[in-house]
């Protein structure tokens, strides 16, 4: 689950394919406030165990609100209002429910859908490979469940984030049919369980 919330994307449609991700990073906070795609996830252990394959969309909205729904292999829905974050299993018909709090300021989702990201977070260039730019995000709190996030830019568009957490495990993204600036509803980051669910949390 936490490295679910770790998931969600999405980034800039505004400078030349060239321009360095630092630059790409600073248009997307100032021109886009929303976006929505496809994204594949991968989680990696530090065991080397077989790596745990999920897919699915997202939508997100700055700042604060974001949709991540999990198709594959299994279904699984994540949603925040800006307030409150719920995860719902409807395996299971169970619902964690908590408040975003101060903390979603230094998580990896707050990369995408956050502000005041400098207040937050250590940002710097990463290195350059196969025409991707990456940026660098470390944590400036010492109580993050992660060490550091890279993030991927080719052609303006985000395409990939790894995230690298406290206990050696790799979460890494790629995302794919990214739509910057979609007129969203209010309705997806709206969350009401289902009849029956068993509820848990704030």
């Known amino acids: ?18 321009a360095a991700g630092l630059d790409q990073l600073k248009a997307f906070l100032d021109t886009n406030r929303s976006a929505r795609g496809v994204f594949t996830q991968t989680v990696i252990a530090k065991s080397g165990k077989k790596p745990q394959q999920s897919a699915g969309i997202f939508a997100l909205q700055r700042p604060g ?11 699984q829905l994540l949603v ?8 719902f299993d409807p395996d299971l018909n169970q619902v964690a429910v908590k408040k975003l709090g101060t903390a979603f300021g230094a998580s990896p989702a707050a990369l995408l859908a ?3 990201l400098d207040k937050h977070f250590a940002l710097k260039e990463g290195t350059a490979a ?4 990456f940026v660098e995000a470390t944590p400036k709190g010492g109580d993050a469940s992660f060490e550091r996030v890279r993030i991927g ?4 568009r985000p395409v990939s984030m790894e995230i690298h957490d406290s206990f050696g495990q790799i979460t890494v993204l790629r995302f794919t ?3 910057a600036n979609p ?17 848990v949390g704030d």
């Open 177 to 179: 049919q990214f739509e």
């Open 183 to 199: 007129a969203l509803p209010a309705s997806l980051f709206r969350f009401v369980a289902p009849a029956g669910a068993d509820v």
């Open 153 to 156: 830019f080719t052609a303006n």
């Open 80 to 87: 925040s209002d800006g307030s409150k974050l719920w995860s």
């Open 1 to 18: 689950m936490k490295n679910c919330i770790a998931g969600i994307a999405a980034l800039t449609c505004c400078l030349n394919a060239s």
């Open 65 to 75: 609100k974001f949709r991540w729904s999990y198709e594959k292999p299994y279904k």
């Open 130 to 133: 196969d025409g991707i730019e």
């Open 114 to 116: 956050g502000q005041d």
